[in-house]
Nanobody, 121 residues
């Protein structure tokens, strides 16, 4: 089994910053893309940012210039540095990873349990 555990969420004032972390553990041979998604109340889950194993990144238009995704492959950990936070960034943030549990096996996607980010004064 593979587990993804997020941390770093919380309450922050508008304009503030937070850093989310997501550590993957368990039966892991290789990890391809890792990403962050978010889901606000009454809305669908949306992609926030993704990073490949080689370090290429992609962001939702709404967070470009404010959020930065990066990873530590040695620790199987992905991070999301969030700056200039706005009320509309309030959501549950979920980590996602494409994992191969053995050489030549299929890639499966795994999700973390989510961490709440609330931006409010």
């Amino acid at each position: 089994q593979v587990q993804l555990v997020e941390s770093g969420g919380g309450l922050v004032q508008p304009g503030g910053s937070l850093r989310l972390s997501c550590a993957a553990s368990g039966n892991i041979f290789s990890i391809n893309a890792m990403g962050w998604y978010r889901q606000a109340p009454g809305k669908q889950r949306e992609l926030v940012a993704v990073i490949t194993s080689g370090g290429s990144t992609s962001y939702a238009d709404s967070v470009k210039g404010r959020f930065t995704i990066f990873r530590d492959n040695a620790k199987n950990t992905v991070y999301l540095q969030m700056m200039s936070l706005k009320a509309e960034d309030t959501a549950v943030y979920y980590c996602n990873a494409e994992v191969q549990i053995a050489y030549g096996s299929i890639w499966n996607r795994y999700w973390g349990q989510g961490t709440q980010v609330t931006v409010s004064s």
